[in-house]
């Protein structure tokens, strides 16, 4: 009954959010990119920019409808799976959610005039339709990690004779949290998507595959990459020490730290094992400097945590690595593009073997990276779905026969992915002669590049 329950619920759950996390990064970031090369395309008159725009357009919309489903699949689970996580917080995070399907609906709006308003609109008109398509966007995903960063620092409300009263949607939505992971959510889905292209486009041009100017495609992904991960690294050591300062538990778990001391060292790598974590490399003193800013700085250990009030360390703290790991592996492929670009600066540079493959690489490790964030954020608040307040194991259904729809869901999910990934296959090929249809006859094609 238990697994059934409670286990169940929480893989149904997480199976829904993972599959719905590989689409959002991706809605948020490319509207950012469809503005930035049609502002490019006005400002230089190069007609390239706008062809890249408009090849990218129908990737824009799919991503979006796939994104739109698996988003209301996790809204129907919310209720049926955690019924009574919803009744005892479903006023209080209610404005968010509702904000959120504002935010919406101005992009899915806007989204079909950009579509529909090639050769309708003016080159200008429709560069402008971009703006409220990536403020909508970003502005819709930090309604939703308002509400997640409420469950990790739970504020505007007071808790009398076990009823939740005074309830102040405005405190609960700007709680503690919501600065930091609304800024390093926002930042991860750009990283993901500077690099995604960018590792899509090394693919097509490694393999000679005919696609619109997937030289140019694959430059301005990197440099919307290059700019995205410095920023994401410095706002993840922001978000580290706000985790040190409001979650210690989930910060002593993150790092492997089951001791607590002053002056304790940062460990890198490593894996916990009854009550210690083996295989690290150990800085000294550093764990207290990144947490609190001070070398001597006290950091509290899971030994003085009760065991059923810890999250599950080993899969929280390898989740933290991989997320770290793959943060300095892609600022480091950032760097080694654009030192090798500007060592040659030639039109028909192409990167070598080793860097189109480091580049193909790229996109898999931000995927990994951005998942394994949202691991660190989930699994490091466990036991508590409502941090100090509700249990997850409190907020669950009541009902069994959830594990047979968690088969059924990943055979969805499953289908689904197929039918995408047909769909995204075929686009390189149906690009050029889109392009070709798209422009008035007699005018000049030029070559791809």
């Not at 959120?100 to 609109?121: S, V």
């Amino acid at each position: 009954m238990e697994f059934d329950t409670l286990l169940s619920a929480r893989a149904l759950m997480g199976l829904s959010l993972v599959f719905h996390t590989f689409f959002t990064p991706l809605g948020i970031g490319l509207p950012l990119l469809l503005f930035i090369v049609e502002g490019l395309g006005l400002k230089t008159g190069d007609p390239r920019y706008r062809e890249l725009a408009r090849a990218w357009t129908p990737i824009v919309g799919l991503l979006f409808a796939v994104g739109a489903v698996s988003g209301t699949v996790l809204s129907f689970e919310l209720g049926l799976l955690w019924p009574r996580f919803m009744e005892y917080a479903g006023g209080i995070i209610g404005m968010p959610f509702s904000l959120e399907g504002f935010a919406f609906f101005t992009e899915a709006i806007f989204l079909a005039i950009y579509i529909y308003g090639w050769n309708r609109l003016s080159p200008v008109a429709h560069w402008l339709t971009t703006i409220p398509l990536v403020v909508s966007s970003a502005i819709s995903a930090v309604f939703v990690i308002s509400a997640n960063a409420w469950m990790n620092t739970p504020d505007g409300f007071r808790v009398v004779n076990g009823e939740v009263v005074d309830v102040d949607p405005w405190d609960a939505m700007f709680n503690a949290a919501w600065l930091h992971q609304a800024i390093h959510g926002t930042l991860a889905s750009y990283v993901v998507t500077g690099f995604a292209v960018a590792g899509v486009y090394a693919w097509l041009l490694w393999r000679k595959v005919p696609a619109v100017h997937p030289k140019l495609g694959l430059q301005v992904a990197m440099a919307l990459a290059a700019v995205a991960i410095p920023l994401q690294i410095v706002a993840g050591d922001f978000a580290a020490r706000r985790v040190a300062e409001l979650q210690p538990v989930k910060f002593a778990a993150m790092e492997g730290q089951y001791e607590t001391e002053r002056g304790a060292p940062l460990r890198i790598g490593g894996i916990p094992v009854d009550g210690e974590t083996r295989y690290a490399i150990e800085i000294p003193k550093l764990l207290s400097y990144l947490g609190y800013r001070d070398f001597d700085a006290e950091v509290l250990g899971l030994n003085d945590v009760p065991e059923d009030e810890r999250p599950n360390e080993l899969l929280t703290h390898l989740s933290f690595q991989v997320m770290v790991g793959g943060g300095f592996a892609l600022l480091f492929l950032a760097g080694w593009y654009w030192v090798a670009w500007w060592r040659r600066r030639r039109e028909a540079w192409l990167p070598g073997r080793a860097l189109t493959w480091a580049l193909v690489a790229g996109g898999f490790v931000s995927f990994a990276a951005l998942q394994t964030g949202w691991f660190v954020t989930e699994f490091g608040r466990q036991p508590w779905v409502v941090y100090g307040y509700l249990r997850t194991s409190e907020g669950v259904t009541e009902q069994d026969g959830i594990l047979g729809f968690f088969i059924l869901f990943t055979a969805l999910y499953v289908v689904i992915s197929i039918g995408l990934v047909t769909a995204l296959l075929r686009w390189p090929h149906n690009g050029p002669k889109r392009e070709a249809a798209a422009r008035p006859a007699g005018s000049e094609v030029p070559g791809v590049a």
